[in-house]
């Protein structure tokens, strides 16, 4: 078994052995990250597909194993991209064997699967906290009034049948899937837990039992008031944030990718006397592949000792957990559709 100790001792900071276990989208995103970032040799990969392991495994040049325990035999460091109902069972296994795991968002399908991965070497993968508008976001916004965002796509042929849509692998819907990210974001900025006000889970157009649309309203201790609708019928592609200060109005639209739009943060700056606001605009190049690289960096620092405190971890989730629940309590709406 690998010392990891020694190794962070021993070894070149970029050599830690990196091993996947999940080889579809997301985890070939998070390898593509090591790729660019150089940061982490790119060991071993599982998947309970065997030919999409190895589809990956020849783009990276690494080996696969036949087990996902076997990751946490060999690697230092383990990314676990699954369905939900497998992200906390293989991330704990990891940090068993005193592994650093990065897990995928939303990390379990529930509270008390959260609780047990709060451990310092484990963080949660929301890497929209680390886009570009993001970060800037966190640290120029001041005095915020309220928060209105929407984030939807329109999902494709047989979309009901996968398992995003089934609850025994995803614990839930769309809320659990993209509205994770809207939530989180939202925790960040504010720097504090929210609290479910009233909320809708609708049916409106997949054969699921399940919801492919969510409708959210939140509020912050303070009384800041969050409106969140996530969305699997939005046939154009749309992420939209606003954060109405006391003084600005933020508009972050775009996600730097070919179907979301280019990423940029429009800033309207309240006129005393009135009337049209002052309004600057920045643009972010490359924004997708820069959260990605970004997370990689942060994580991998902390795995090497030169982070201290890494962001989005299993305990910082666990308020966003308790609003989770409190939304999955409403029974779902579910629309009447012609045969």
Known sequence: MVDIEKNRREMPKNSLKIGLIGCGAMGEKRLEAVLRTKLGKIAYLFDPNPERAKRLAKKFKAETVPLADAIWETCDIG????PHAFLAP????????RRFVLVEK???MGRAELERLCQPRCKIGYNHRFHPAARLLAKEIDSPLWIRAAYGHGGRPGYEDEWRMQTALSGGGEILDQGVHLLDLASYWLKEPLIKVAAVRQNA????TEEDNGFLLL???TGILVTLHCSATQWKNLFRVEIGCKNDLWIWEGLGTE???GERLI????NPEGGKPDEQTQVFPNASQVSWDEEWKHFYGHATGEVKEVESTPHDSLGLFECLESVYNERILKMERDE
Do not use: C, M, Q
């Open 79 to 82: 990314i676990v991209a699954t």
């Open 90 to 97: 293989n991330a704990l296994a990891g940090l068993t064997k």
């Open 106 to 108: 939303p990390g379990a």
């Open 205 to 208: 157009f997949y054969r699921s």
């Open 219 to 221: 509020k912050s201790k």
């Open 259 to 261: 179907n979301y739009g």
């Open 267 to 270: 800033r309207y700056r309240r």
